[in-house]
C-alpha cells in the first residue's frame, strides 16, 4: 500500500513537471508566428512636382515604376525601410500629357550624363527624418527627407534641387524645348530647377 502511494505521488510530480514545460514553449511557439514587414513595390509610388513660369506653377506627375531590393523583413515599417535600394527607369515619368512626358524623357533626363535610371538608398531614422542617397547625372548627393507613418505605410517627402547634380544644361534644354509653355504673365519662359518628391511607400505582413 504504501509502494502504490508513493508511486501516485511520482505520478503526479512527473506530470506538474511535463505540465509546466508545455507552458514555458508557448511563448516560444508565440514569437515564431509573428508576421514580418516587406515592402511591396509594385504598389509603392513616387510622386513629383516640377515648376513652370516666374509665379512657380506647380506640375505634377508620378514614375509608373521603381524597383526597390535590399529589402530585410522586419517587425514594423519603418524598420524594413532602413537602407534600401531603389532604381526608377526615367521612362517611366506620367504626367498625364505624352508630350510633356516625351520631353521629359528626352530633353531633361536625356541631357544628364548616365541617366536611364534614378537610383539611390534610403534610410529612416528616428523622430520622421531620415535621408536619401540618390545618383543623378553621374553625381551621388545625399538629401534630407521627412516621413510619416500612416498603419502599415509610410510617406516619405523630400525636396530636390537638380543644380546640386550639376544638371544647369538639362533644366534648361527642358526650359528651351517648353519655352511656350513655361511663359507667365510677364512674357518670361521660366522652369525651376526644384523639385518635390512624395513616396507613398507601401508595406505589407508576410
Known sequence: ?????????????ILNLTSCKKEKEVPAKKKEEIKKYVIDSKTTVVHWTGYKTAGKVPVKGIFKQVDITNVTPAENPVEVVKNVKFSIPVSSVFSNDSIRDFKLTNFLFGKMKSTSHINGEVSLGENGKGEASIV??????????????????IIINAKIELNNWQ???????????????????????VTWSEVGIMVELKTKQK
Open 1 to 13: 500500500m504504501k509502494r502504490v502511494f508513493i508511486l501516485s505521488i511520482l505520478s503526479i510530480f
Open 136 to 153: 543623378l547625372n553621374g553625381f551621388t548627393k545625399n538629401v534630407p527627407l521627412s516621413y510619416e507613418v500612416q498603419g502599415d505605410n
Open 167 to 189: 544638371a544647369q544644361a538639362a533644366v534648361a534644354a527642358l526650359n528651351e524645348v517648353c519655352s511656350e509653355k513655361h511663359k507667365g504673365a510677364d512674357g518670361e519662359s
